[in-house]
Nanobody, 122 residues
Framework: QVQLVESGGGSVQTGGSLTLSCIISGYTYTVAWFRQAPGKEREGVAGIFVGSQWTSYHDSVKGRFTISVTSAKDTVRLQMNNLTPEDSGTYYC??????????????????WGQGTQVTVSS
């Protein structure tokens, strides 16, 4: 089983930036970031194939968020710029040993981190 530990959440104002980190222990093929706001479904924000650097983004974050993996393939980061209140929620790192589809669905991922809170105020 893969262990995932997130960090980097916090509170910022609109237009601010945050970088989330997910430390990975174990083999993964796809790692993704999901977010969930109160009363809403969990949605895929960005994903990456650890070995090939292929990436996928939700339309709402394209051009603002960047997902990356370290050369050691042990940390996946999510750089979030120009944040808005709609980006607020709990962000989860998720992993699978399979090739996930470009449209990231929670059911594709079997390993999850504990979540980190992101709050963007107007």
């Amino acid at each position: 089983q893969v262990q995932l530990v997130e960090s980097g959440g916090g509170s910022v104002q609109t237009g601010g930036s945050l970088t989330l980190s997910c430390i990975i222990s174990g083999y993964t093929y796809t790692v993704a970031w999901f977010r969930q706001a109160p009363g809403k479904e969990r949605e895929g924000v960005a994903g990456i194939f650890v070995g090939s650097q292929w990436t996928s983004y939700h339309d709402s974050v394209k051009g603002r968020f960047t997902i990356s993996v370290t050369s050691a393939k042990d940390t996946v980061r999510l750089q979030m710029n120009n944040l808005t209140p709609e980006d607020s929620g709990t962000y989860y790192c998720a992993a699978t040993h399979r090739r996930a589809s470009p449209i990231l669905e929670p059911t594709q991922f079997g390993d999850w981190g504990q979540g980190t809170q992101v709050t963007v105020s107007s």
